[in-house]
């Protein structure tokens, strides 16, 4: 077994919030290894082709009242190099070109001094008197043991948390998560005669007793690449499988392939439009929106969500409402929030419980299901990741991520560009 040693902080999970918590910890003078089982960063946002971000601002009042942005910093930052590149369009929604993604964030975790390992899978996390010494990892240049002081779970799934011994719930407590979905592309559409996407989802709707290709799913589309005359779908949702259970896993991204196949056949024959279109592409790893949460220090609930409330040791923001797919035709749970409204969620929801020297950055921190299903968006997701980032550079050397000073983590936050307090009136109920 080869083993890495040297490293200050190591970063497991290259998606949205371990790329962020990696580039924090690295800017903050942290020597940093980040370890992605995917030949690209991005996570959801390329292999998953997660391609719109969702709302980093507060909605409107009736009074059309400024948006207050609720998500910067490292995401920020990110979003400005694509729209640099012609990748972005800015907006209250993002859309972007996952190809784009790639390579920008290449370039901020090179530039921030980050070192990256690819197609480096987590296998085990050796911890002891709850703390990890060193996680090991599967890659086809043989096993790798990666030693630190501060280890940082950005896998999305809690995977190096629960291996270190922390306590986690899965989904509903019932077993039930959140219906997973592949993404997919398709060329060669006349948009002139092409329905909308909101017409298309009727099209969907009336048709789903009529065609198996339309079993489970709440179709939303958006133009990409418009020379090109493709399409990119959010439509077919794989349901009733465990998102973290190899045979169930495996089982979903086929299934997702084939009914991707079925829905292109039932375009090409029913929507104008679409009568010479083909697929371009699906996503190379079906999208996960639900698996486990670790409990932390402080559960982030739905009451909390409902109250919009703040909390004295805030590290970031969140805006997005409730939303809960189901395993019905175009069945989702959807809440928002009140306008102008946001809560904040505390630090206390990043550090697992019964561990001294893990983080966790992603939809994985301590959470419940309600809560969970706001928070789980990028933008959200990436601003978690920068503040673990941030705070594990300022642990160290000792590594306690509970010997933080927050106020002095909020000022750093603050200072790459975070943001706290999106607005100076309050919405909503008082602290947490």
Known sequence: MHTVDGYDVVVVGGGPGGFAAAVAAARGGAKTVLLEREGCLG???????VCPFMPHETSP?????????????????????MIARGGARDGRCIHFDDECAKL?????AAEAGVRVVFHA????????DGRVTAATFAHNGGPLRVTGQVFIDGTGDALLAVQAGAEAEFGDGNGRVMPMTTKFIVGNVDGDRAPSGAELKKLAVA????????????????AGKGEKRWVHFNAIRISGRNTVEPFDLSDAEAEGRRRVDNFVAW??????????CWLVKT???????????????????YDDWKACRRFDDAVACCSYGIDIHGDKQNQTNLQGMPPGGYYQIPYRCLTPKGLTNVLVAGRSISADVEAHSSLRIMPTVMCIGQAAGHAAAMCLPGGNVRS??????????????GVLEPEAGEVGGGEG
């Open 43 to 49: 996570g959801g946002m390329t292999t998953m082709m």
């Open 404 to 417: 933080v000073d927050v106020r002095c983590l909020q000022e750093a936050i603050r200072n790459a560009g």
């Open 283 to 301: 996503g190379p790893h079906i999208g996960i929106r639900e698996s486990r949460r670790v409990t932390g220090d402080y559960v982030l609930s």
């Open 267 to 276: 375009l090409k024959a029913n929507v104008p439009g679409y009568e010479e």
């Open 61 to 81: 009042g009736p009074d059309d009242a400024p948006r207050k942005v609720v998500n910067a910093g490292v995401f920020r930052e990110m979003c400005e190099w």
């Open 121 to 128: 899978a987590l296998f085990d996390a050796l911890a002891a």
């Open 104 to 108: 920008v964030l290449d370039e901020l």
């Open 207 to 222: 048709g789903a007793n009529d065609s198996p290709a339309l079993v489970n799913t709440n179709v939303s589309c958006l």
